[in-house]
């Protein structure tokens, strides 16, 4: 019996030294709170762009993957700054997820040089790193790659290309008549207002008007050539913009109509207008009554124009309609000036 107990009391020891071994041998994954950084390389270090080799590949980077001591959702973010800026302002690239290189051609890195503001014809020294942070966490602490010296020296030329097409559901998929988005500075942001109705939500930005070229979805509000088709949520007028100088998009609702006692919804209710993207301009025919006008954006107070004399006026007084009649209204935020015209 006294063998037997202390036969109990040995095995039961040796569970208890057992089990404390195991939980001392437990690893557990903790995030590296400072995270170590990743690397980035360039094809090369020195870049003259000449017009003449527009379309031929410019410059590739390549960077290796960031570690924060576990498997992690990470955004990544190609950075430019001019030297000695020590990256206060720094123009940014946000990269797909996944990708380890980005290439430009020599007219795409020359317009982002250019949006840049760095000098066209002069010799200038650019300094590049790659920034890793943990997708959707403040927690930790993002890191960087080391930086790369790049000596460029942009071209001056004028604009290439002005419009960019939107081709979709919305027009049968056909380039050759899809509405566009314009570059009034020539300088890689294209803007326009399309209206897309329920069941036509679908579409992607072409260049030219072929299927040659055509930027889609990318995720994260970024475009590249080979992503899927755009969405916009729900039917309306949205005005777009695409920036090619990093690749991002935005769709937000958009629309300008005209309201007040002059119009058959009165005080109440928007009739919409429709917009030009060629000419920057919104207008509308439409019937009006003796009283008076305003100009209204997305069906709400919050901005509205009037004014007098054909200057619009953010806020400013209601517009006067002495007669009744069918009139043109023309509206453009590009030149400030509206117009009412009898026909």
Do not use: H
Not at 79 to 94: D, G, M, Y
Not at 245 to 262: E, L, M
């Amino acid at each position: 019996m006294k063998t037997s107990i202390i036969k109990n009391i040995s095995l039961l020891g040796l569970l208890l030294f057992l089990f404390a071994s195991c939980e001392k041998d437990e690893v557990k994954l903790i995030a590296n709170s400072q995270g170590t950084a990743g690397t980035i390389a360039t094809s090369t270090n020195s870049l003259e762009l000449q017009e003449d080799n527009a379309s031929s590949e410019a410059i590739t980077f390549t960077w290796t993957k960031a570690d924060f001591g576990y498997s992690a959702a990470l955004t990544n973010t190609l950075q430019f700054a001019l030297a000695r800026t020590n990256f206060a302002e720094p123009k940014e690239v946000v990269l797909v997820g996944g990708t380890s290189s980005l290439s430009y051609t020599v007219q795409e890195f020359n317009t982002f040089l250019l949006a840049m503001d760095v000098p066209a014809g002069t010799n200038s020294t650019l300094e590049v790193r790659v920034k890793s942070e943990i997708f959707n966490t403040d927690d930790i602490t993002p890191v960087y790659s080391n930086v790369v010296n790049l000596s460029v020296t942009p071209y001056s030329t004028a604009p290439v290309v002005s419009f960019v097409y939107v081709p979709g559901a919305y027009q049968g998929w056909n380039p050759a008549s899809a509405d566009s988005l314009i570059s009034p500075a020539s300088d890689g942001i294209y803007t326009g207002v399309i209206n897309f109705p329920a069941g036509g939500l679908e579409f992607k930005i072409t260049p030219a008007k072929n299927w040659d070229t055509a930027y889609g979805d990318a995720g994260n509000g970024t475009v590249n050539t080979s992503g899927g088709n755009l969405l916009v949520p729900s039917a309306g007028m949205y005005r777009l913009t695409l920036n090619l100088n990093d690749n991002t998009f935005t769709a937000d609702k958009y629309s300008w109509g005209v309201i007040g006692s002059a119009t058959a919804g009165g005080w109440d209710s928007d009739t919409d207008m429709t917009y030009n993207n060629g000419t920057q301009e919104w207008t509308l025919t439409t019937n009006l009554v003796a009283g008076e006008i305003k100009f209204r954006l997305n069906d709400d107070w919050g901005t509205n124009y009037g004014g007098a004399g054909g200057t619009l006026a953010l806020g400013g007084d209601n517009i006067a309609i002495a007669t009744a009649g069918t009139y043109k209204i023309t509206f453009s935020l590009a030149t400030n000036t509206y117009s009412v015209v009898m026909q």
